[in-house]
């Protein structure tokens, strides 16, 4: 369970936990040595030709062994690889800016203000004349200001409480300055193969946007892909196991029951015709900022293109939209203001999520005026869906609590956010559809999608255990 403790103001989270119970498990199929068959992994685009002729056939594309031998029940040896997510990801063992450094920090710019305020009167009197202080703080300063002072009790409070339940159970612990002199460096792998400029590049492939194929099912343990095999279809690992997948020469790990579709906003289609809608769908956008710009870290969307996505025809009766913002105020307007209205979509709850050390500390100090240790969460329920609703008897309402607080560890991973699986379970249907728009890892039983959908299932962020027969 990613949930180690659930209280009133919310749950204390263990992202980790969560990562690694899935059975991160590869199923490695191996001939019999006097066997004098070749080995049965295959590459998709080895069959890509052969199978593009006869997608009309069949809704569903299969890639399988073309040795019968090899599964479960033949004769072949098989080796179970397991992995693990690497523990060091989440080895935040002090804040990011401490309170002392940030103290020292607002000593400075008081100082510098005084300073400032002593050069201007000494022009003033010189002058003559007398002017007002310049303003500090822009608008959208103020604004987040006085947002932060509406929920700061909240977030104080709240985590507080989880973080005291986390320090006695031994989840969380003080800090170390011996252990923190033991942990070592963290090196993260570098990006190798960069998702989103392969959707790019395959906009210029073929296309098969027109076929009747909308599925690929995986059954082999490793997979060579093409990114035409990818790009234009939601692909499933409907097994109980994991799937090793070779994209562009980089591997990449699917987990059991996980579907994904790797493409930009462009490309989306293949998501409306699958025939599926969603229960729950969890929308973390790639906001514009100023940071983003300069580092060029990942593309944004424009308000506008996020407006435009297709969230009415993509939600099943009573959806749950869950939307991932950050601390500016212009984004958190934007949600509440013109996006939800253009979805159709009811604003019901704000949550936040509280990113702590792991001897429960603030990764940022709560009153940082540049660094907020919290990012927030809005829940709306889709509109439309009211009349058919309260027509139908057998469909349950969940009615969801205001201002909870998801407290946890974060991964030193950019952008790589807590699981919401276990703490939206009591709020939907069990066994409901579940899906995530710009996704950067795929969860069991849930559809991903993004233009970097697989970027933290690069076997390069987990550790290889022992393999056994």
Known sequence: MSVVHQLSPGW????????????????????????????????????????????????????SSTNPENDDGGNGEVSIQKYVFRSELFNVTKPYITSAVHKECQQSSEKEDLANDVKKE?????KGKKRKRCVVFNQGELDAMEYHTKIRGLILDGSSQLIQEGLKSGFLHPFSEKWDKCSKAVTLPLDTCSLSELCEMAKHV????????????LTEDDISVTEQDLFSRIVENNSSFTKMI???????????????LLS?????????????TYDVIVVDPPWQNKSVKR???YNYLSPLQIKQIPISKLAAPNC????WVTNRQKHLRFVKEELYPSWSVEIVAEWHWVKITSSGEFVFPLDSPHKKPYEVLILGKVQERAALLLSNAEVKEFPIPDHKLIVSVPCMLHSHKPPLAEVLKDYIKPEGECLELF?????????????EVLKFQHVDYFVALESRS
């Open 122 to 126: 000494v022009s003033i009197s010189i």
């Open 320 to 323: 749950l939209v869950v939307t």
């Open 264 to 276: 930009d906003i462009s490309c989306i289609h293949p998501l409306l015709n699958c025939g599926k």
């Open 12 to 63: 204390l989270l263990d992202h980790l936990s969560f990562i690694n119970k899935i059975s991160y498990e590869l199923h490695q199929h191996h001939e019999p040595c006097c066997s004098k068959n070749e080995p049965t992994s295959v590459h998709l685009d080895s069959l890509h030709k052969d199978s593009v002729s006869s997608f009309g056939a069949s809704p569903t594309f299969i890639a």
């Open 295 to 297: 580092s060029n870290r």
């Open 206 to 217: 073929p296309s098969l946007y027109e076929m009747e194929l909308q599925t690929l099912q």
């Open 246 to 260: 070779t994209l562009m020469g980089q591997k990449y790990l699917l987990p059991p029951k996980s579907s994904f």
């Open 439 to 451: 996704a950067r890892n795929l969860q069991p039983g849930w559809t991903s999608w993004g233009n």
